[in-house]
């Protein structure tokens, strides 16, 4: 449980926008994955994929690290976003390209 727990830490602490995901962004396996996929991409943001499905212990363990009960999660340096519905409500309103203008995070697309 802690290694996997010490895992999750890196990844959101070395990765400026982190996404723990059924599937991979090239093969998202859930809507709800691939939605903030196509969110990602039409924003235009760098980021990392993590399949959960490879791996029951982090299917569990990222729910138990975020106290959150889904996936998918989303991360911006190191911080907890939500999933798909804070996720597609941020990028509606404009907020999630303003948050990741703030951090410092370049995006690259018309959104
Ligand atoms: N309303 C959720 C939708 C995500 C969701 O309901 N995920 C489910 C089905 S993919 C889930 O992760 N269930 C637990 C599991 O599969 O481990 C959101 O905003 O992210
Ligand atoms: S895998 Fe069935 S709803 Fe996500």
Same mark, same amino acid.
């Given at each position: 449980?802690?290694?996997?727990?010490?895992?999750?830490?890196?990844?959101?602490?070395?990765?400026?926008?982190?996404?723990?995901?059924?599937?991979? =962004?090239?093969? /998202? !396996?859930?809507?709800?994955? $691939?939605?903030?996929?196509?969110?990602? @991409?039409? *924003?235009?943001?760098?980021?990392?994929?993590?399949?959960?499905?490879?791996?029951?212990?982090?299917?569990?363990g990222?729910?138990?690290?975020?106290?959150? =009960?889904?996936? /998918? !999660?989303?991360?911006?340096? $190191?911080?907890?976003?939500g999933?798909? @519905?804070? *996720?597609?409500?941020?990028?509606?309103?404009?907020?999630?390209?303003?948050?990741?203008?703030?951090?410092?995070?370049?995006?690259?697309?018309?959104?």
């Amino acid at each position: 449980m802690s290694g996997i727990h010490d895992f999750i830490d890196n990844e959101v602490k070395n990765n400026d926008v982190v996404l723990f995901m059924k599937g991979t =962004p090239q093969f /998202p !396996q859930c809507g709800f994955s $691939g939605q903030v996929v196509q969110i990602l @991409d039409y *924003v235009g943001v760098d980021y990392k994929g993590i399949n959960v499905l490879a791996d029951a212990d982090l299917r569990q363990g990222i729910k138990d690290y975020s106290n959150w =009960p889904t996936i /998918p !999660q989303l991360y911006v340096k $190191g911080e907890f976003i939500g999933g798909c @519905d804070i *996720v597609r409500e941020m990028f509606q309103s404009g907020e999630l390209k303003s948050h990741l203008e703030g951090q410092g995070i370049a995006v690259k697309g018309a959104a």
